[in-house]
């Protein structure tokens, strides 16, 4: 690696107008090189479900063709970081392979609203959730000799007025649900590179932001990498470099401004030089990473992106045991879903898959005959009378019916927000018919985000199968006919409907501000706080199995906030067949003066039981697990009082509980 002192030097060799233009891109993905010093471009490219890489060898530069792994919703409830880490690990081969030097992503980006047009590309409404799941996939990424790129920093949670927006956050809620999960992402993992958002923040852009950027991100957490801007993010390039935004991507024609700005003094010089120096650090990594010749296996690749599917779908409802069904069973797959899944979502993130594969062709693959009928248009997720009546037809032939619906392409992309909460009509009609002519109805919902189930009451069982990557139709296939035990769990809470959601008053705000009025608590934090009862709550899943808690043990029932807390619970399948639980641990603060949600996640443990198995899931837990954002002093800390211990299901139900006393601030 080319040392610090090295890399000075060359920027010391650098003219003006170089280092200048080292600080915006060379075109849409490449970071500028410098022939007459041997300076390297570094090749960034979308994803992060997958690669949207260029063909720089063709001279439209087609996007080449790659595996579409699911997308981060469907990842999140895996709830799993070892396949996180698995995921990134592949990812980032896949990028040697196609000589990508950085991926853009992952995005971890609270989900603010299920309005948000691109929920399904980042992880959940949780911090800590989401900071663990992005350490696992850049410490995966990265182990291969390829950077990935945070974005978007921060409080980027709506596409509505992207690049107009501000952001009005009160400095707690910023610490505690907008900061949280990138804390730790780059103390855990330095992702080579953060992405700075297209929002601004409290009125100031966030490529222009020197206090998250410069004094939080650098000073505070230690972050050693570059900030590039999201495409077209920079309003102002010399305000860009001043706040430590060290690359401007992709390429602009504004590179005269920095050299102007330099010559009049309005920009000093070392601010410059810091910037080309990252620059510089990130090339020459990108060039020392680089395995030239690397190659990746596609068709292993399909068949791991069905595993990490089948380990995230969410088996939402499942009365009188209608799931798992029997391949001899007769059965009729209705909706054009079946056959053409809706895998992915528009934008930025769309991967040109290698193939897909339908729940319709995977059952055939198995041997198992069913009956099909489109219902509807794929594309509009309309109907017609003569659609209408074949799948009512159908399901009455069959014994049992597995009815796949959702949203289509037009409703879920990058640069938009739904204005609703809503199925297409046809859709929920849909469920209505099919369950007044068959008891035995299994739903399967392709969704980038929660929608309304009106209809809830009335089929047997209920499936979330979101954008699952092009494999999504063989991993479905395998929960059904219980190839696969389910043991996906929200990542999100599904609100009854979108009224009930915290941020609903203040979405997309007035004009350009938007007030993040709720505070802290969104998501389960509101939900909880203010007993309304979600139609499915953040952390729920069911499985085919039973697991028993018992036994919770904490080391200790008082200690002060600088001591750690070992708190161990035994856990054991009761059930007939091998499944995964998800252990999820919460902290619940007595009220004393601080303003709390009643618990908050702050552990959970994915583990593999065979029947009849029992394993003891250990967490620790240290001052950040128990602390709340300070404003007096501007730091975390801890309340002298009581906490709750609480190993639950899910955000709602609590299965176990102790207490221990913390001494802290009074
Ligand atoms: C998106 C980023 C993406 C970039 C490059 C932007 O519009 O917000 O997430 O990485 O484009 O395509």
Not at 119 to 139: H, I, M, R, T
Not at 385 to 401: G, H, R, S, Y
Not at 434 to 455: F, K
């Amino acid at each position: 690696m080319i040392d610090k002192t090295a890399i000075k030097s060359l920027v010391a060799e650098l003219t003006l107008e170089e280092k200048a233009g080292l600080t915006s891109g060379k075109d849409c993905w490449l970071t500028k090189a410098v022939e007459r010093l041997n300076i390297p471009a570094a090749r960034t490219s979308d994803g992060p479900h997958g690669l949207r890489a260029d063909d720089y060898s063709r001279p439209d530069h087609a996007t080449m063709p790659a595996v579409c792994f699911p997308t981060a919703v469907t990842t999140a409830s895996s709830f799993d970081r070892e396949m996180l880490y698995d995921l990134g690990q592949e990812l980032g081969k896949e990028c040697q392979a196609y000589g990508v030097n950085v991926l853009l992503g992952p995005g971890i980006n609270m989900k603010r609203s299920p309005l948000c047009g691109r929920n399904f590309e980042y992880f959940s409404e949780d911090p800590y959730l989401a900071g663990q799941l992005g350490e696992a996939f850049v410490k995966g990424v990265q182990s291969q000799g390829v950077g990935t790129s945070l974005k978007h920093y921060f409080a980027n949670n709506q596409e509505t007025n992207r690049f107009t927006s501000s952001s009005e956050i009160d400095e707690r809620t910023i610490r505690e649900i907008y900061l949280s999960a990138f804390e730790n992402v780059v103390k855990k993992a330095q992702p080579w590179t953060i992405m700075a958002s297209y929002n601004k923040i409290n009125g100031t852009y966030s490529t222009a932001n020197r206090k998250y950027i410069d004094e939080v991100l650098r000073k505070e957490w230690g972050f050693e990498g570059l900030v590039m801007s999201d495409w077209g993010a920079t309003h102002d390039r010399v305000g860009a470099v001043l706040a430590g935004t060290d690359l401007t991507m992709p390429a602009e024609d504004t590179d005269g401004l920095i050299v102007e700005a330099v010559k009049n003094g309005s920009l000093p010089e070392e601010a410059l030089d810091l910037c080309c120096e990252r620059v510089l650090e990130l090339a020459f990594k990108a060039a020392e990473g680089r395995k030239e010749g690397a190659v990746c296996d596609l068709e292993a690749a399909h068949l791991l992106a069905e595993k990490f599917a089948a380990n995230s779908i969410v088996l939402l409802k499942n009365e009188s045991g209608l799931l798992p069904l029997k391949k001899t069973d007769k059965v009729a797959f209705i909706g054009a879903f079946a056959d053409k899944p809706r895998v992915q979502g528009g934008g930025s993130s769309h991967i040109r898959e290698t193939k897909v594969t339908g729940a319709l062709e995977a059952a055939k693959n198995d041997g198992i005959e069913v009956i099909y009928a489109e219902a509807y248009d794929r594309e509009t997720g309309e109907t017609t009378d003569e659609l209408f009546t074949e799948a009512v037809k159908a399901a009455k032939k069959a014994e049992k019916v597995v009815l796949f619906i959702g949203l289509p392409d037009s409703m879920e992309y990058e640069g938009g927000d739904r204005p609703h909460m809503s199925l297409p009509l046809s859709h929920d009609l849909l469920v209505r018919e099919i369950c007044a002519v068959n008891p035995n109805v299994a739903v399967v919902l392709h969704n980038g985000s929660p929608v309304e189930m009106p209809w809830i009451d009335q089929p047997k069982a209920v499936i979330e199968a979101y954008l699952g990557g092009q494999a999504i139709g063989a991993a479905v296939k395998d929960i059904i006919f219980g190839d696969v035990n389910p043991s996906g769990r929200l990542a999100e809470s599904f609100p009854k409907h979108l009224e009930a959601n915290p941020s609903y008053l203040y979405y997309l705000g007035e004009g350009d501000r938007v007030t993040y009025n709720e505070g802290v608590f969104i998501g389960y934090r509101y939900y909880e706080a203010k007993k309304q009862e979600a139609l499915f709550p953040f952390g729920w899943g069911l499985s085919y199995t039973r697991f028993e808690y018992t036994n919770l043990k904490l080391d200790k029932t008082e200690m002060t906030d600088s001591d750690s807390l070992t708190v161990s619970v035994d856990v054991k399948n009761v059930g007939d067949v091998v499944g995964k639980e998800v252990v999820q641990l919460y902290v619940a603060p007595e009220r004393v003066k601080i303003i709390r949600p009643i618990r908050e996640l702050k552990g959970f443990d994915k583990i593999s039981l065979e029947p009849g198995e029992k394993k003891t899931v250990t967490f620790v837990l240290s001052k950040r697990a128990f602390a709340y954002w300070d404003i007096d002093i501007h730091d975390w800390a801890v309340e002298t009082g009581s906490f709750g211990i609480e190993i639950c299901r899910n955000s709602h139900e609590v299965i176990l509980r102790g207490d221990v006393k913390i001494k802290g601030k009074e």
